[in-house]
Structures are given as structure tokens and as C-alpha cells.
T-cell receptor, first 111, second 116 residues
Framework: QKEVEQNSGPLSVPEGAIASLNCTYS??????FFWYRQYSGKSPELIMF????GDKEDGRFTAQLNKASQYVSLLIRDSQPSDSATYLC???????????FGPGTRLSVLP | NAGVMQNPRHLVRRRGQEARLRCSPM?????VYWYRQLPEEGLKFMVY????????ESGMPKERFSAEFPKEGPSILRIQQVVRGDSAAYFC??????????????FGSGTRLTVV
């Protein structure tokens, strides 16, 4: 059974700090990995994707992937109150068209 | 360029009624995906459709739920004889073809179904 797990949180960090969000997955055949941000009552929006081991940086966001450990993370530098949202990890094995989503981690950035 | 359009945004149904949720994909997109998000839970895949074809319905409940994507018009997710447990946000996404690594999805704004 394919599963994606995340700490539900809430994760609270002070403004300006680094927020670290973690995700583990069970399907070793997974090929691509996505982070979505979802504000309360809104639809998920894609932040980043990664499919190679290592780090990928985009502005204040860094995605980290370790396929051997089946672990993917998202770092948010210089956290802002506007980053307060639920962050969803999603995994795709490239053989199917559907993504498996984790339950999400709620992040709260305190001013 | 209009994004993925879903309507209605909010839908209230009494138990036993039918709910019809509509999704118009982005222009040029012929693949549609439906997901359901129960309160305080993550997104769960329901069904993947191409024009006039259901490709993968492995996430659809066996009874009361059906989906279509006709040659003309939006994709429809139909829930018959709704029950309170159907209350959720239903999101639709679209893609131009087979989703390649890195494409991800663009979701519509969702339909929030409340069964009373």
C-alpha cells in the first residue's frame, strides 16, 4: 500500500526563522516529489518539485530528496507570517497519473 | 488564460439528493483528475479521465459515485443519494497529456459539498 506520511503539526516558528517540513514515503518506485501549499479554504498550489537526490533551491524554498531513506523535505528560509498554511507532500511514480498526497503539515509563522 | 474552472464553489444537499460537480479544464487540456479532501485530511485521488474515457477510477467508491468527461462540455462528478460522509472539498486538476516529472498539477478552486 502506497503511503506518504507527514507530521501533522502544527509547527510553529518565529518570523525570520527556518521552517523544516518533512515527508516520508513507502513506495520505492516513486520517481517525482512535489510540495504544495494550501491556505485555509483554498485549493492547493504547487510550490516545488524534485526528482533527483540532493537539494533544489527556489528563492526562499529548498527541497531535499534522499531516495535511499525515502525521505523528502522542504525548508523555508526567512519565514514570513504569509507562509502560514498547510504544506502537502505528494509523490508520483510516473507510471500512473495520480499522485499520493500526505495528510499535510500545518505551519504557523509567528510575527 | 483561464485556469481550471470548477462550479459551483459551494453546494448544499440534503441526504438522499444528488450532487453534480463540474470541472472545465484549462484550454488545450484533455486530461482531468478528481480528488477529494475530507476535513482535516489530505487529498485522495478519485478518478482520472480523458475525453470520453475513464482511464483510472481506482479511487472511486464502488457505489453512488460516477464521473464522465464528454467530448463536449465539462467533466462531471456525480454523487447519487448523498450521505453526510460525502461532505468534503472536491478538487479537479487538468493536464495537456501524460503528466511528466515536474509538471505537477494545477488545481481548480474546488467545490465544497455540504450534506445536511
Amino acid at each position: 500500500q502506497k503511503e506518504v506520511e507527514q507530521n501533522s503539526g502544527p509547527l510553529s516558528v518565529p518570523e525570520g526563522a527556518i521552517a523544516s517540513l518533512n515527508c516520508t514515503y513507502s513506495d520505492r518506485g516513486s520517481q517525482s516529489f512535489f510540495w504544495y501549499r494550501q491556505y485555509s479554504g483554498k485549493s492547493p498550489e504547487l510550490i516545488m518539485f524534485i526528482y533527483s537526490n540532493g537539494d533544489k533551491e527556489d528563492g526562499r524554498f529548498t527541497a531535499q530528496l534522499n531516495k535511499a531513506s525515502q525521505y523528502v523535505s522542504l525548508l523555508i528560509r526567512d519565514s514570513q507570517p504569509s507562509d502560514s498554511a498547510t504544506y502537502l507532500c505528494a509523490v508520483n511514480n510516473n507510471y500512473g497519473q495520480n499522485f499520493v498526497f500526505g495528510p499535510g503539515t500545518r505551519l504557523s509563522v509567528l510575527p | 488564460n483561464a485556469g481550471v474552472m470548477q462550479n459551483p464553489r459551494h453546494l448544499v444537499r440534503r441526504r438522499g439528493q444528488e450532487a453534480r460537480l463540474r470541472c472545465s479544464p484549462m484550454k488545450g487540456h484533455s486530461h482531468v483528475y478528481w480528488y477529494r479532501q475530507l476535513p482535516e485530511e489530505g487529498l485522495k485521488f478519485m478518478v482520472y479521465l480523458q475525453k470520453e474515457n475513464i482511464i483510472d477510477e481506482s479511487g472511486m467508491p464502488k457505489e453512488r459515485f460516477s464521473a464522465e468527461f464528454p467530448k463536449e462540455g465539462p467533466s462531471i462528478l456525480r454523487i447519487q443519494q448523498v450521505v453526510r460522509g460525502d461532505s468534503a472539498a472536491y478538487f479537479c486538476a487538468s493536464s495537456p497529456g501524460r503528466t511528466a516529472a515536474g509538471d505537477g498539477y494545477t488545481f481548480g478552486s474546488g467545490t465544497r459539498l455540504t450534506v445536511v
